[in-house]
Nanobody, 122 residues
Framework: QVQVVESGGGSVQAGGSLRLSCAAS????????MGWFRQAPGKEREFVAA????????DYADSVEGRFTISRVNAKNTVQLQMNSLKTEDTAVYYC???????????????WGQGTQVTVSS
């Protein structure tokens, strides 16, 4: 079993920045890809970004490409999501997830955190 815990959410004005962190614990001896997803009220959960175990492959949603950066520190089993130039439409609960491959499909991820709220005001 793998436990995933997010941190770093909060409130910021449009144009500002936030950094989210995700720590994985448990069976971390296995190699997991990590992804970030988000869900706004009344909307479906959507893909944001993902990174492979070795960090050599990353994928981003078109809506965040060029503004968000995903990175990982395997020694600390930690993944970070640096979010710059935030927009009001980025407001959502952000979830971190662990899976076997880098995909945009949330169904392929096996372990999920509880989520952290990000609110961007105008």
């Amino acid at each position: 079993q793998v436990q995933v815990v997010e941190s770093g959410g909060g409130s910021v004005q449009a144009g500002g920045s936030l950094r989210l962190s995700c720590a994985a614990s448990g069976r971390t001896s296995l190699s997991y890809a990590m992804g970030w997803f988000r869900q706004a009220p009344g909307k479906e959960r959507e893909f944001v970004a993902a990174i492979s175990w070795g960090g050599t492959r990353t994928d981003y949603a078109d809506s965040v490409e060029g503004r968000f950066t995903i990175s990982r520190v395997n020694a600390k089993n930690t993944v970070q999501l640096q979010m710059n130039s935030l927009k009001t439409e980025d407001t959502a609960v952000y979830y971190c997830a662990a899976g076997s491959i880098v995909t945009m499909n949330p169904r392929t991820y096996d372990y999920w955190g509880q989520g952290t709220q990000v609110t961007v005001s105008s």
